[in-house]
């Protein structure tokens, strides 16, 4: 796999935060997080490395990260690159297994979009005569 790919905004936000990247996907609602390895193979495959340059700086075997990057494709949170490639992060290498762990508790509550979701009017509607508490 060499190509390379960026974040699919603005449907995806992530947020690496001590060695474990927080994504949330806001077109399906639900919001993933990977530790360690994985972290710093979303940081690489973000900034537009390919799968075997994030390999070889991570110290990791190419298939596992082609495959924890056909993961996060088949997701819809990387997309390929339209733009160049961003400058590398500086990531050292890291051992351990790419897991990407899928959540879907606050897919309703992610969903809820009260700024977009109005009636022409607007948001909060004061009512029209009558009335008022």
Wanted: charged fraction near 25%.
């Amino acid at each position: 796999m060499n190509e390379r790919f960026e974040v699919n905004r603005p449907d995806v936000v992530d947020e690496s935060v001590d060695g474990e990247v927080l994504i949330v996907h806001l077109g399906s609602g639900a919001y993933f997080s990977s530790r360690g390895a994985g972290d710093s193979a979303w940081q690489l495959l973000a900034a537009g490395c390919t799968a075997a340059e994030s390999a070889a700086v991570m110290g990791q075997e190419a298939d596992a990260v082609k495959a924890f990057t056909a993961q996060l494709v088949d997701e819809g949170l990387l997309r390929p690159r339209a733009t160049p490639p961003a400058p590398q992060p500086p990531v050292t290498a890291v051992t351990g297994p790419m897991t990407l762990d899928k959540y879907t508790d606050m897919q309703e509550l992610l969903l809820l979009d009260p700024i977009h979701d109005v009636e022409p009017e607007g948001w909060p509607a004061a009512k029209q005569g009558g009335d008022r508490p």
